[in-house]
């Protein structure tokens, strides 16, 4: 896949005024997997809510980016001072937790979406950069796949998105 130019700003955006929905009302969220070059090793980034869990860097696709791939290179950046060129696209992935929301089907009837539809999308990173949006909010880490697992045991969307990378098992 090729490399997606974006802009490196220094401010992470907030707010949900931008976001992308699917029509069934999920969440459209961008991820990226990102490997060392041995692909031993998966970039983990803490979650802002809690500083001890760790995630994969990802966020809104919003309505100026014009494909998901975008958005995964801005994430990639805001929350782990990365940046890189996507190699492979992982798919999508629903997320397994229950809806906040409930909306409403075209035939009247209640619906439950997922609460997110994940694209991920492996990454091979080019510059690991000492400071980035939200670098004062997140702490980076390099874990390999048995670590990784062991900490995103409560996100299955995740591990599956790992799962889906060319990260080595052993």
């Not at 990226?32 to 990802?58: E, G, I, M, Y």
């Not at 801005?74 to 492979?88: L, M, N, T, Y």
């Not at 390999?144 to 998105?161: D, Q």
Request: glycine fraction near 8%; charged fraction near 30%.
């Amino acid at each position: 896949m090729s490399s997606r130019a974006i802009a490196l700003s220094m401010v992470a955006r907030e707010g949900r005024e931008m976001q992308r929905y699917s029509p069934s009302g999920a969440r459209l969220v961008a991820g990226v997997v990102a490997l060392s070059p041995d692909k031993t090793k998966v970039l983990l980034v803490s979650s802002t809510a809690r500083q001890d869990k760790f995630v994969l860097p990802k966020g809104g696709f919003e309505k100026d980016e014009p494909m998901p791939e975008d958005a995964a290179i801005r994430e990639a950046w805001e929350e782990g001072g990365i940046v890189g060129r996507i190699s492979k696209a992982l798919g999508v992935i629903d997320d397994p937790r229950p809806p906040k929301i409930f909306v409403a089907d075209v035939a009247g009837g209640e619906t439950v979406p997922p609460r997110a539809e994940y694209y991920f999308f492996e990454m091979e990173i080019e510059k690991e950069l000492d400071k980035w949006p939200e670098c004062d909010r997140r702490v980076r880490k390099w874990a390999t796949y048995k670590e990784a697992v062991g900490g995103l045991i409560n996100r299955p969307e995740l591990i599956e998105a790992l799962n889906r990378s060319s990260i080595i098992k052993s």
